[in-house]
């Protein structure tokens, strides 16, 4: 049982690059959650997924796509990378109707020059 | 809009004295609250979650949080400080309850302990 599992854990890109974040949870749990934590900003809601199928934006969803491909996996897509997308992004995952907590993954580090 | 509030940024205690961090959220209706823990170049880690039964909740690693509604805060304590608990802590909040709900952080707060 991985949990919630990310790739890659670090990425350099160039201004205007694109990239896809993946993300997949073995937990059968039906909403997932994609957020940035920047210093002294705790985490922000980027995009989240209450179920297969669906997708709502959340804080700062500029610059952000994303795609629930199937019940495990949600993927975060940047079409052309800035600078203040530099960040450590967490995908999470938990079950929507049940008071649980929210189970992270180990982040990626993104840097964009 | 949800929020949550956690006052200060940093905090720095000696080994063996109190921990206190505090947290209050903005809602007439109580949420779910969390206290996650995040080690250095770690992710985060669920410490407690209060869903409404007790409102003292006990935690892992020796803490707990004590919700309480008439001053809409749910603070983390531990008694006795270890080096080890020396991590970035943030408190959240999901509502509305159940399906669509979401979480919000606080913006964390880093515990220094001292030897």
């Known amino acids: 049982n991985a949990g919630v599992t990310q790739t890659p854990k670090f990425q350099v890109l160039k201004t205007g690059q694109s990239m896809t974040l993946q993300c997949a949870q073995d937990?059968?749990?039906?909403?997932m959650y994609w957020y940035r934590q920047d210093p002294g900003m705790g985490l922000r809601l980027i995009y989240y997924?209450?179920?297969?199928?669906?997708?709502d934006k959340g804080e700062v969803p500029n610059g952000y796509n994303v795609s629930r491909l199937n019940k495990r996996e949600f993927s975060l897509r940047l079409e052309s990378a800035a600078p203040s997308q530099t960040s450590v992004y967490f995908c999470?995952?938990?079950?929507?109707?049940?008071?649980?907590?929210?189970?992270f993954g180990p982040g990626t580090r993104l840097t964009v020059l | 809009a949800q929020s949550v509030t956690q006052l200060g940024s940093h905090v720095s205690v000696s080994e063996g004295a109190l921990v206190l961090l505090r947290c209050n959220y903005s809602?007439?209706?109580?949420?779910?609250l969390f206290w996650y823990v995040q080690y250095p170049n770690q992710g985060l880690q669920l410490l407690l979650k209060?869903?409404?039964?007790?409102?003292l909740v006990k935690g892992i690693n020796g803490f707990e949080a004590e919700f309480k509604k008439s001053e809409t805060s749910f603070h983390l304590t531990k008694p006795s400080a270890h080096m080890s608990d020396a991590a970035e802590y943030f408190c959240?909040?999901?509502?509305?309850?159940?399906?669509?709900?979401?979480?919000?952080f606080g913006k964390g707060i880093t515990l220094s302990v001292r030897p």
């Open positions: 809602s007439s209706v109580p949420p779910y």
């Open positions: 937990m059968n749990h039906n909403s």
């Open positions: 999470a995952s938990s079950e929507s109707t049940s008071p649980t907590g929210v189970f």
């Open positions: 959240a909040v999901r509502y509305p309850r159940g399906a669509n709900s979401k979480l919000t």
């Open positions: 997924s209450a179920s297969e199928g669906t997708t």
């Open positions: 209060y869903t409404s039964a007790a409102t």
